[in-house]
């Protein structure tokens, strides 16, 4: 058992041959590039086998070789078929993170992708918009290479307690509007005076500049108001 553990070992540290085909298979899609990977891990593990001199723990380890293989052959087929409908789906994309198709049922998986020439340019998802709140979804309402972006779910996840109107958020005045995202109605800011005074060769001068001073939003449904 133990020269069996020993084997298993072996083939662990040899994987490592493996999933360099692996990578390189991120780097272009279709069959050619699975099959290598497991072309890779055949011979691996006839040159496994060979080093333990037809023991006993060969045929212990080989069964567990064969089942990681049959588990990983699951996941290359996997990733194929899922590089393959990304790839399809970037054909017709415009350029930049684009909400992948399964998010127009607001009830499946919220999540975008990043298409480039026609193709999948991020390693599959690359963002669930479960990080942006509960609730938020992918809409294509963005712009440039971010028309594809996970939205505020504010108005949806219960920031709207009253239903539609208008409310503070994030030290906006928003208003909402059914499941929409929130518009901002005012940001509760304001430009205020400040002078910047100077010496250089006993003369003494100022002049006045504005800034942006943030003020925040106070009050509840329809009865809000910045604290300007």
């Given at each position: 058992?133990?020269?069996?553990?020993?084997?298993?070992?072996?083939l662990?540290s040899?994987?490592?041959?493996?999933?360099?085909?692996?990578?390189?298979?991120?780097?272009?899609?279709?069959d050619?590039c699975?099959?290598?990977?497991?072309?890779?891990?055949?011979?691996?593990?006839?040159?496994?086998?060979?080093?333990?001199?037809?023991?006993?723990?060969?045929?212990?380890?080989h069964?567990v070789?064969?089942?990681?293989?049959?588990?990983?052959?699951?996941?290359?087929l996997?990733?194929?078929?899922q590089?393959?409908?990304w790839?399809?789906f970037?054909?017709?994309?415009?350029?930049?993170?684009?909400?992948?198709?399964?998010?127009?049922?607001?009830?499946?998986?919220?999540?975008?992708?990043?298409?480039?020439?026609?193709?999948q340019?991020?390693?599959?998802?690359?963002?669930?918009?479960?990080?942006?709140?509960?609730?938020?979804?992918?809409q294509?309402t963005?712009?440039?290479?971010?028309?594809g972006?996970?939205?505020?779910?504010?108005?949806?996840?219960?920031?709207?307690?009253?239903?539609?109107?208008?409310?503070?958020h994030?030290?906006?005045?928003?208003?909402?509007?059914?499941?929409?995202?929130?518009?901002?109605?005012?940001?509760?800011?304001?430009?205020?005076?400040?002078?910047?005074?100077?010496?250089?060769?006993?003369?003494?001068s100022?002049?006045?500049?504005?800034?942006?001073?943030?003020?925040?939003?106070?009050?509840?449904?329809?009865?809000?108001?910045?604290?300007?």
């Amino acid at each position: 058992m133990f020269r069996a553990l020993v084997t298993v070992a072996l083939l662990r540290s040899s994987y490592g041959q493996v999933q360099e085909a692996l990578n390189a298979d991120d780097e272009c899609s279709g069959d050619t590039c699975s099959l290598n990977a497991l072309q890779v891990k055949s011979k691996v593990a006839q040159d496994l086998l060979a080093r333990t001199n037809g023991s006993h723990a060969v045929q212990e380890a080989h069964e567990v070789q064969t089942h990681l293989e049959k588990l990983d052959t699951e996941t290359l087929l996997d990733h194929s078929v899922q590089q393959k409908k990304w790839n399809n789906f970037c054909k017709n994309a415009p350029e930049g993170q684009n909400c992948i198709p399964e998010s127009r049922d607001r009830s499946k998986l919220q999540a975008y992708i990043y298409c480039s020439a026609g193709r999948q340019l991020s390693a599959g998802i690359q963002k669930t918009c479960s990080n942006g709140g509960t609730g938020s979804w992918c809409q294509m309402t963005g712009s440039g290479l971010t028309t594809g972006h996970c939205d505020d779910p504010f108005c949806r996840n219960g920031g709207a307690y009253a239903g539609n109107g208008m409310y503070c958020h994030n030290g906006n005045i928003v208003t909402c509007r059914g499941n929409e995202p929130p518009v901002v109605v005012s940001t509760c800011s304001q430009q205020v005076p400040y002078q910047d005074c100077s010496s250089s060769n006993g003369h003494y001068s100022c002049s006045t500049s504005w800034r942006t001073e943030y003020c925040g939003c106070s009050g509840g449904h329809n009865y809000v108001h910045c604290n300007c």
